[in-house]
């Protein structure tokens, strides 16, 4: 769900992070004209820069399409996702309060309490030019090789 919207993840466009013919991550997208949105962005390692890689190659395919915007929604209770993306370049952009009450009326297994114990109301959106976000990722690529 993301601003009154159900996506179908299986009619999306993707890229599969892969490590030695596994995967590892998972990033779905959709372009609408000039705007290009996240829609889903899954690590199932921490620490290793699958999401950064991800959200790369999203903003990557969103310049190659001529988006003039990379966007996405987070929830009000996803911290770590606010702390990933503002260091990647996306700005906080629009608060739309009681978002995820009405997403709950069409997705009900939407829990009441989100992360953190923080209850669950609204959708936060974030959005960059998409090269924005590649200049942000390239140089945390960079800041990770110069500290191993």
């Known amino acids: ?16 992070a892969d490590d030695a013919g596994h995967a590892v991550g998972l ?3 959709s372009v609408v004209g000039k705007d290009t949105e ?4 899954d690590s199932l390692v921490e620490g290793r820069g699958v999401g950064t890689a991800l959200l790369g190659a999203v903003a990557s395919a969103a310049c190659a399409a001529g988006s003039r915007r990379l966007w996405l929604v987070t929830s009000n209770d996803n911290l770590d996702a606010l702390r990933f993306y503002q260091r990647r370049g996306l700005r906080l952009v629009a608060v739309h309060p009681g978002a995820v009450d009405a997403a709950r009326t069409l997705k009900p ?10 209850p669950l109301h609204d959708e936060i959106e974030l959005a960059a030019e998409p090269a924005a976000v590649l200049r942000a990722v390239s140089g945390r690529r960079a800041a990770e090789r110069d500290s191993m």
Do not use: C, E, N
């Open 38 to 41: 996240l829609v889903s962005i």
């Open 109 to 118: 297994q939407i829990p009441v309490l989100g992360s953190h114990g923080i």
């Open 1 to 16: 769900m993301s601003r009154g919207r159900l996506h179908a993840a299986d009619h999306l466009a993707a890229f599969i």
């Open 27 to 29: 990033a779905t997208y």
